[in-house]
């Protein structure tokens, strides 16, 4: 299928980007990678009267630390991110989690920020955004804003962000010697998205988990956060924290398996993340 027609511009500067997107009341799209976007139009699921290619604006594609944290600029790659030395030795769980971000031609294009504007339930960015407790940039009409990551999915491919809004940065708190992570999916071919996938995060303190974050993707509507299987954790035991599952998780029936199946999934990818968790604890 071809797309419906629509008007395109590239952005000179982040502010052109956000008067654009102010002038067509909810009818432009930003274009950034376009892995989504593009698909999305061509099936006709959207069809914007303008779409705003911000691919041009400088500024949106830089790694650094910060304040202890990591900020990664929407524009960067998901490719740029899978190689970089700073996210390797600074956010492990970035690093774990990119290879199974579709396929190398999809990397090579698609960015951080599409991926997280974009907010698939079963994509493994958001997840470990909120394993991370991170945070999300976003620039608009009345300035900028810091969203905390849970706060900022809010449905089915729905967040904080407005019309009128563009993403501009991630930022994660980097690691420290106390910092554990975990990541697993469960999908039929390397480089779908996940049937279920789980990303952890905790502080280590000597053979006790503190700050248990585990945020399951492909379950719901958002990634969502496991909150008795993280008290479960916390407490030592993996059992109670499996078992805490059948509190956290109600997944409904998909293509691809019933919410039961994905139940069980859960369950499996918790007790392997968790041993990743424990293994490396001092
Ligand atoms: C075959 C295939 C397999 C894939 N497999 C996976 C997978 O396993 N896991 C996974 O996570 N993803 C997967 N993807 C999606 C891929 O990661 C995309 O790159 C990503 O979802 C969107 O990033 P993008 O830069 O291409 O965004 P685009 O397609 O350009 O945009 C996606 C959406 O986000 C909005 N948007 C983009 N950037 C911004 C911004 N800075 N501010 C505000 N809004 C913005 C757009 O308006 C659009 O609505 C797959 C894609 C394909 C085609």
């Known amino acids: 299928m071809k797309p419906a027609v629509f008007a395109y511009a590239k952005a000179r500067s982040l502010d052109h980007a956000i008067e654009l997107l102010g002038q067509h009341d909810g009818q432009a799209r930003v274009l950034a990678g376009g892995q989504s976007l593009i698909a999305t139009l061509n099936m006709r699921l ?8 911000i691919n ?14 990591v900020e990664i600029g929407a524009l960067v790659r998901h490719a740029a991110a899978e190689r970089s030395d700073l996210i390797k030795r600074q956010l492990p769980l970035i690093a774990q989690a ?3 971000i579709g396929h190398p031609a999809i990397r090579n294009r698609g960015t951080i920020g599409g991926s997280v504007a974009l907010a698939d339930p079963a994509a493994e960015l958001p997840a470990c955004l909120l394993a991370l407790g991170g945070e999300v940039e976003i620039a608009g009409a009345r300035g900028r804003r810091m969203v905390r990551a849970d706060d900022f999915f809010k449905g ?5 962000l407005g019309p009128g809004d563009v993403l501009t940065a991630i930022r994660l708190p980097a690691a420290t010697s106390e910092t554990r992570t975990g990541f697993a999916e469960f999908c039929r071919r390397h480089g779908d998205y996940a049937i279920v996938g789980l990303a ?6 000597g053979r006790s988990l ?8 492909g379950v ?5 956060r496991a909150r008795q299987a993280e008290a479960g954790l916390a407490n030592g035991t993996v059992d109670a924290a499996v078992a805490g599952l ?6 409904p029936d998909d293509v691809q398996a019933s919410g039961v199946v994905k139940k069980q999934l859960a369950a499996v990818l918790l007790r392997r993340v968790a041993a990743q968790l424990m293994e490396q604890r001092s």
């Open 98 to 100: 990119m290879p199974h």
């Open 200 to 205: 952890a995060s905790a502080r280590a303190e």
């Open 156 to 160: 089915l491919f729905d967040t904080a």
């Open 220 to 224: 719901g509507a958002t990634p969502v």
């Open 46 to 53: 959207d069809s914007p009267d303008l779409v705003v290619d």
């Open 56 to 69: 041009g604006i400088p500024g949106l594609d830089g790694i650094a630390r910060r304040n202890g944290q």
């Open 246 to 251: 059948a509190e956290d998780l109600d997944p």
């Open 210 to 217: 503190h700050d248990v974050r585990l945020a399951f993707f």
